[in-house]
C-alpha cells in the first residue's frame, strides 16, 4: 500500500478552492493524499476558518509583516514542521521564488501518486 502524500494548501483569502479540496478529501476522491495544514499569506482569511471546520490546523503567515526572504522561511518551517510532501496553491496571491516550489516538489516526488 502506498503511503499517503501529505498535502500542504497555500491560501490568501476566502478558500472557496480549498473548500472544494477538503470535500473531495472527506468523500475519498484524494485516496493517495491527506491535507494535513493550511498556511495564509493573510491574517484573517476565511479560508483558515475552513480549514478549522474541517479538522484540518491552519495558520497566517502574513507576507505584508516581513521580507521576501523571511516569509518563505516562515513557510519553510511550517512546510517542514507537517513534512509536507506536496505544495497546493489554491488562491495563494503571493510569489513564490524557484527554490520554495522546486524544493518539495523535488524531494518528494509524489505528484505522481495523486
Same mark, same amino acid.
Given at each position: ?6 498535502i500542504? !494548501? /497555500? +491560501?490568501?483569502?476566502?478558500?472557496? @478552492?480549498?473548500? %472544494?479540496?477538503?470535500? %473531495? ?10 491535507? +494535513?495544514?493550511?498556511? $495564509?499569506?493573510?491574517?484573517? %482569511?476565511?479560508a483558515?476558518?475552513r480549514?478549522? @471546520?474541517?479538522? +484540518?490546523?491552519?495558520?497566517? !503567515? ?12 516562515? /513557510?519553510?518551517?511550517? /512546510?517542514?514542521e ?5 505544495i ?6 503571493s510569489?513564490? $521564488? %524557484?527554490? !520554495? $516550489? ?7 516526488e509524489?505528484?505522481r501518486?495523486?
Amino acid at each position: 500500500m502506498l503511503k499517503k502524500a501529505r498535502i500542504a !494548501v /497555500l +491560501v490568501s483569502g476566502g478558500g472557496t @478552492n480549498l473548500e %472544494a479540496l477538503l470535500k %473531495a478529501q472527506e468523500s475519498g476522491s484524494i485516496p493517495h493524499g491527506e491535507i +494535513v495544514v493550511v498556511l $495564509s499569506s493573510a491574517e484573517g %482569511a476565511y479560508a483558515l476558518e475552513r480549514a478549522k @471546520n474541517h479538522g +484540518v490546523p491552519g495558520f497566517a !503567515v502574513p507576507r505584508k509583516a516581513m521580507t521576501q526572504a523571511e516569509f518563505e522561511t516562515a /513557510l519553510e518551517e511550517k /512546510l517542514t514542521e507537517y513534512q509536507a510532501d506536496i505544495i497546493i496553491l489554491a488562491g495563494f496571491l503571493s510569489i513564490l $521564488s %524557484a527554490a !520554495v $516550489s522546486y524544493t518539495h516538489l523535488r524531494a518528494h516526488e509524489t505528484l505522481r501518486h495523486l
